[in-house]
């Protein structure tokens, strides 16, 4: 019952350009999403959230879109920088609950 | 200003031993969550706990696996009799509110167990 998929396992993307990973979700119960970045053997960093009363959230470099009709958020790296290279985890919940998490994506920025 | 600790960071025990996990939420952080990632999968949730309190437990395995989080000193993860199954990366998150509000979770280093 995988409530949150990350449909694409991986993602190569050219230093400088635009990286995007998506995340889709079957619970119309979640109201509140973020996005960690994950390092090989370290926990998940958070990156950045948004709430379901928004359809926008920007931060620096990073930006999450959330369609809640088509139940699917992504988040937008610009400009992807090779640092950026991390496993990327797309989260959900019910206001303070339980983070339902996605398989992940794995971004590798090529210089 | 000290993000969550776990120790230790990696465990080795023997099928049948016992497993304790340790974590120390941020500073002024009173809810606590457990999360289990095994090879290629993603976090999954295990135990909510508040001081004291168990919030949510409808993660966890029915048998040989408990959680606290007393008053005081850190929350620990109890793995009873492990099994092979048991070996995973276990993660511990907090924050400084939980339900009913949107909270960010931010996690540790985890704890690697390896079951021989």
């Known amino acids: 019952d995988q409530q949150v998929k990350q449909n694409s396992p991986s993602l190569s993307v050219q230093e400088g350009r635009i990286s995007i990973l998506n995340c889709d979700y079957t619970n119309s119960m979640f109201d509140y999403f973020l996005w960690y970045k994950k390092y090989p053997a370290e926990g998940p960093t958070f990156l950045i959230s948004?709430?379901?009363?928004?359809d926008k959230n920007e931060d620096g470099r990073f930006t999450v879109f959330l369609n809640k009709s088509a139940k699917h958020l992504s988040l937008h790296i610009v400009p992807s920088q090779p640092g950026d290279s991390a496993v990327y985890f797309c989260?959900?919940?019910?206001?303070?609950?339980?983070?339902?998490f996605g398989k992940g994506t794995s971004l590798l920025v090529t210089p | 200003n000290a993000g969550v600790m776990q120790n230790p960071r990696h465990l080795v025990r023997r099928r049948g031993q016992e497993a304790r996990l340790r974590c120390s939420p941020m500073?002024?952080?009173?809810?606590v969550y457990w999360y289990r990632q095994l090879p290629e999968e993603g976090l999954k949730f295990m135990v909510y706990?508040?001081?004291?309190?168990?919030?949510?437990e409808s993660g966890m395995p029915k048998e040989r696996f408990s959680a606290e989080f007393p008053k005081e000193g850190p929350s620990i993860l109890r793995i009873q009799q492990v099994v092979r199954g048991d070996s995973a990366a276990y993660f511990c998150?907090?924050?400084?509110?939980?339900?009913?509000?949107?909270?960010?979770?931010?996690f540790g280093p985890g704890t690697r167990l390896l079951v021989l």
């Open positions: 706990l508040q001081k004291e309190n168990i919030i949510d």
């Open positions: 989260a959900a919940s019910n206001s303070g609950y339980a983070l339902n």
């Open positions: 500073k002024g952080h009173s809810h």
């Open positions: 948004i709430s379901s009363i928004k």
């Open positions: 998150a907090s924050s400084p509110r939980g339900g009913p509000y949107q909270e960010t979770q931010y």
